[in-house]
């Protein structure tokens, strides 16, 4: 089991072995990360997706490596997804606080070799320099000999790791979104209405957009904008709704106790509580879940939610424990959903998806009933 606080957090590894995962790698756990020159595991380069699920197993050590001469930091997996960036791949940058002017830089492993590196790493460039991951950054596609090599632990990662290490949340406090003013509404909905495919959402959104347009609230799309002005709306913003996603992350980087935090459950699965302890533990803040949810929506045959299902909640209870809660004070409750106004939701994200999207619990009776007939 993984332990954010254990001793010998920060490694020197003289001549270190990194590996990155085969080109044909593929799945959840892949054999890279690093090796000592005998071909030991290094510890601190195992990367954790909870305090119980490793995301790397130890590689065999390679016939042939390359060279790189210098003092660098080994930086964990590397990850496209904005996500799973700020959280595991970002996961080891504190140790700059102690490392900053004698590495040469930070070294990765990618997720999957075959992946197209240079166009992803020049993508998260201005993340990387927002949230004080500033200094050159290479990530390593065929293993490799390291002439110097500080291996650290990992500082946060998801599930119950979102609350980070205290070496962590201090790097953040210190550095992340350093130098970025306050600058955006003090009302802010965190919306998905202009997401594209595959990336899932609240059925008839543009509703629930029309109603907290009418409480003060001016609606953000983050994909539209760069970190910077992504961090400087976190830092201006008072209220803040928004569903379970990932720039909830972001917001406990760069947020403030005297904020507001309403998370919305779009999906059936237990992701905004760990959200809730991240944004109390970093920064103090007020935040809290709003679960109304009603059914989940899943492409095709779908038999569990994930990143694309869509979350039907109730506005009626939305608007009651929002107003609770003192996000919203209008005295006229929001109306609850009509056949028509789903089916119109569920034909237009059908359209945009090329496939019907199907209730999970009407999926799951169908398959249990086929599963029965099946055996017997």
């Not at 010998?8 to 799945?27: C, E, F, N, S, Y």
């Not at 038999?303 to 039907?312: D, I, M, Q, V």
């Not at 059908?350 to 055996?375: C, I, M």
């Amino acid at each position: 089991m993984f332990d954010l606080e254990a001793p010998d957090d920060l490694v020197l590894v003289q001549d270190a072995i990194l590996v990155p995962p085969p080109v044909d790698g593929r799945g959840r756990q892949q054999a890279s990360g690093v090796l000592t020159p005998d071909g030991r595991m290094v510890e601190n380069s195992i990367s954790w997706s909870n305090s119980r699920e490793p995301v790397n197993a130890a590689p065999a050590m390679p016939d042939t490596v390359e060279t790189l001469s210098g003092c660098w930091m080994f930086g964990g997996t590397l990850y496209g997804h904005f996500g799973h960036f700020i959280t595991e791949s970002f996961a080891r940058a504190w140790a700059l606080d102690a490392l900053r002017g004698q590495i040469d830089g930070v070294l990765f492993t990618p997720k999957q070799s075959s992946a197209n590196l240079e166009p992803m790493l020049k993508a998260l460039r201005p993340l990387m320099d927002s949230l004080g991951l500033d200094v050159p950054v290479r990530c390593i596609t065929t293993p490799t000999r390291v002439e110097r090599l500080h291996v650290p632990r990992q500082g946060v990662g998801m599930g119950d790791l979102t609350v980070g290490s205290a070496k962590f949340r201090d790097f953040v406090g210190a550095h992340a979104g350093a130098g970025i003013d306050p600058a955006g509404p003090e009302r802010i909905y965190v919306s998905r209405s202009l997401l594209p495919a595959q990336r899932g959402g609240l059925i008839a959104e543009s509703l629930l957009e029309e109603y907290l347009a009418q409480e003060g609230y001016q609606m953000f799309h983050p994909q539209k904008h760069p970190a910077a002005v992504q961090i400087a709306h976190y830092k201006a913003a008072r209220d803040i709704i928004t569903v379970d996603c990932s720039p909830l992350h972001m917001m406990a980087y760069v947020g403030n106790a005297a904020q507001r935090v309403a998370i919305l459950t779009r999906r059936s699965m237990d992701f905004a509580p760990g959200f809730v302890r991240q944004l109390q533990t970093f920064t103090g803040m007020t935040a809290f879940e709003i679960n109304t949810l009603e059914r989940d929506w899943v492409q095709g045959g779908a038999l569990r939610p994930g990143r694309g299902s869509f979350g039907e909640m109730d506005f009626p209870r939305t608007w009651r424990m929002l107003r609770d809660r003192g996000m919203i004070s209008g005295d006229t409750p929001w109306p609850a959903l009509t056949d028509s106004q789903r089916d119109a939701d569920l034909q237009r994200i059908a359209d945009l998806h090329g496939q019907a999207f199907n209730p999970l619990d009407e999926n799951l009776e169908r398959h249990a009933r086929r599963t029965a007939k099946a055996s017997a």
